[in-house]
């Protein structure tokens, strides 16, 4: 995938940039795996905003994505845009003729076959196809990994990423993941081979804020130009805001360097922090 420019005919779209569509083969999904996203505007089941600067935007359809995928044999029918996720997704039919999606691994083409494993039976080690980790040689590039068995892909969906299996240790197979952090998931565990297509994803500029608006982020507001009663960084004559203090939210959070991890039981999974990762480089 390549990034397209806009011609600058306003300032606006002087830096504005666009993805390209030319991977994807169909503007018309399957209306039976569609569900119309409630707009919630960042509000939670009592009315109140637990996510800010929400709202508005275009109405968008959601897809219905198979993560898990049983075994057989499967035919990419079209390669999809969805208005919800960052990967394109692949429109897929079994062999019963029930049509599926799956998130669109890279160089995955129209008209190609994709097998998932069953038990007892491994299929090839090729691009899309879905195996236990078992059945993966070590070195691997793969994506949509399960975490518990059964349950579906839960790891590395999102468009560009790639994870890679770097050993095997009885029950276990140690994953580099993206972010650099090295973890422990069972053999039984099912992943796609291959890296989530669309990888340019993270290279486009949005450009205006009426793009930013149709996409359903409302304008963010910076605390020190508040008054003092809407943020702790805010009042004050134009000189220093809070200081010798780290900043914070408005309800007096720490926002940065604030460990915000709360499942503690899953911390004997991890062989390598990705923060230590990232420090080594």
Not at 6 to 26: E, G, I, L, S
Not at 71 to 93: F, M, N, S, W
Not at 125 to 144: C, K, M
Not at 249 to 268: A, I, V
């Amino acid at each position: 995938m390549a990034i397209k420019p806009y011609k600058p005919t306003t300032p606006a779209r002087r830096k504005m940039t666009t993805q390209d569509f030319d991977q994807v083969t169909t503007k018309k999904p399957v209306k039976s795996l569609l569900i119309a996203k409630k707009q919630k505007s960042g509000r939670n089941n009592t009315g109140r905003i637990t996510v800010r600067h929400r709202g508005g935007g275009a109405k968008k359809f959601l897809r219905k994505v198979d993560f898990y995928l049983a075994g057989g044999e499967y035919t990419v029918k079209e390669i999809e845009y969805a208005p919800d996720r960052t990967a394109r997704l692949a429109r897929i039919q079994g062999e019963d003729g029930n049509l599926r999606y799956i998130p669109a691994p890279n160089n995955l083409k129209k008209g190609m076959k994709i097998r998932a494993s069953e038990h007892g039976q491994s299929a090839p080690v090729e691009i899309g196809n879905r195996l236990a980790l078992r059945d993966i040689p070590t070195g691997s590039t793969i994506h949509n990994i399960e975490i518990t068995k059964g349950k579906g892909g839960q790891m590395v969906r999102s468009a560009g990423t790639r994870a890679q299996l770097a050993a095997k240790d009885g029950d276990y197979a140690s994953v580099r993941l993206p972010s650099g952090e090295v973890r422990k998931v069972r053999l039984d565990c099912y992943a796609t081979i291959g890296s989530v297509g669309n990888e340019q994803h993270q290279n486009i500029k949005i450009g205006s804020a009426g793009r930013k608006r149709r996409m359903g982020i409302r304008p963010t507001v910076r605390g020190v130009v508040m008054n003092a009663a809407d943020h702790p960084h805010g009042g004050g004559d134009g000189g220093r805001h809070g200081s010798g203090k780290a900043p914070r939210s408005p309800w007096g959070q720490l926002t940065l360097g604030y460990k915000t991890r709360r499942r503690k039981s899953t911390d004997k999974m991890i062989v390598k922090s990705r923060h230590n990762a990232k420090r080594r480089k």
